[in-house]
C-alpha cells in the first residue's frame, strides 16, 4: 500500500492566465482553491482570478460589469450597519473607492418594492423570516454621483 499525501507549500504563486484559453485558466484557479481549502465562491478568489486574466478578457470581464456575489452570515437581531461593516472589510481591499460609502438595497423577496436597508434598523425589520439561501438578498450600491 502507499498512503500519498500532498504536501502544503506556505506560498503559492496565484495563477495567471497569459496565452492559455479560459477553460484551462479556470482550471488552474480549482486547483489554486483546492490547494487553500477555498471555495470558487470565496471573494478573495473572485478578485484575483479578474487580476489574472489575460488583457483582453480582464477588459471584457469589466465591460460586463459583472456583478460579484458574496454571503455573509449573521443573525435577524443584529442591526443592518453588522451587514454594513462585513462588506466594508470584505469589499475595502478590493476597492479603488473609499469603502465607507455605499448603501444596502433589500431585493427579496421580490414581491415587494426594493427599499434602502437604514444601519440603525434590525435586520428583522427587512427579513423577518429566514430568507431563500438560494437567492440574493441584498444588492450593495455605491453612493450617487451628484448630476
Avoid at 31 to 49: P, T
Avoid at 68 to 90: G, L, M, P, Q, T
Avoid at 131 to 137: G, K, L, Q, S
Amino acid at each position: 500500500k502507499f498512503r500519498c499525501e500532498i504536501e502544503k507549500v506556505d506560498k503559492v504563486a496565484f495563477p495567471l492566465q497569459f496565452d492559455s484559453s479560459v477553460s484551462e485558466y479556470i482550471k488552474m484557479i480549482k486547483l489554486y482553491a483546492i490547494g487553500y481549502g477555498k471555495d470558487l465562491n470565496d471573494i478573495d478568489i473572485k478578485m484575483k482570478f479578474i487580476c489574472g486574466l489575460s488583457p483582453v478578457n480582464e477588459k471584457r470581464v469589466h465591460d460586463q460589469n459583472r456583478n460579484v456575489i458574496f454571503v455573509i452570515e449573521v443573525s435577524k437581531n443584529d442591526f443592518v450597519s453588522v451587514i454594513a461593516d462585513r462588506v466594508r472589510a470584505i469589499l475595502a481591499p478590493h476597492l479603488p473607492v473609499r469603502p465607507h460609502n455605499f448603501h444596502l438595497q433589500q431585493i427579496y423577496p421580490t414581491s415587494i418594492q426594493r427599499r434602502r436597508m437604514q444601519p440603525e434598523n434590525v435586520i428583522s425589520v427587512y427579513f423577518p423570516e429566514n430568507p431563500d439561501e438560494d437567492m440574493i438578498h441584498i444588492f450593495v450600491y455605491p453612493p450617487l454621483s451628484p448630476k
